[in-house]
């Protein structure tokens, strides 16, 4: 089944995508009228092939999201040990109540919105 048929025809707001290949032309197929897809990778190379009238149809918005180095990770996980940090969470949705967090997400929260699965 394709990804935007589990959706029921509407498409989905929010896609992670790798980068390289054919993966944005899936991920623009896949996308809701005024969806997001964040660049989150590589799978095939630093090269994209992007499906223009299709993202520009829906009016997507394509967002690059950079993350650190293992080490920088490593780090961060040793401080939030050591110094006991928690998350402020502003709220919990179950993930049937998911369209709810995003709208919640939309209107700035204070603190972490956290989605439950399971």
Sequence with gaps: M??????GGHGFDHILELIGGDNLRQSA??????????QIG????S???VPAVSLMLKRAVIQGITVGH????EDLCLAVDRYRIKPVINKIYDF????????????GPFGKIVIRIG
């Design 42 to 45: 590589f799978l095939k190379g």
């Design 96 to 107: 049937y109540d998911a369209q709810a967090a995003f709208t919640h997400l939309d209107r």
């Design 47 to 49: 090269d994209m092939v």
């Design 70 to 73: 293992r080490r920088a990770l």
């Design 29 to 38: 197929d896949a996308l809701a009228p005024g969806g997001r897809i964040a």
């Design 2 to 7: 394709r990804a935007a048929g589990l959706s």
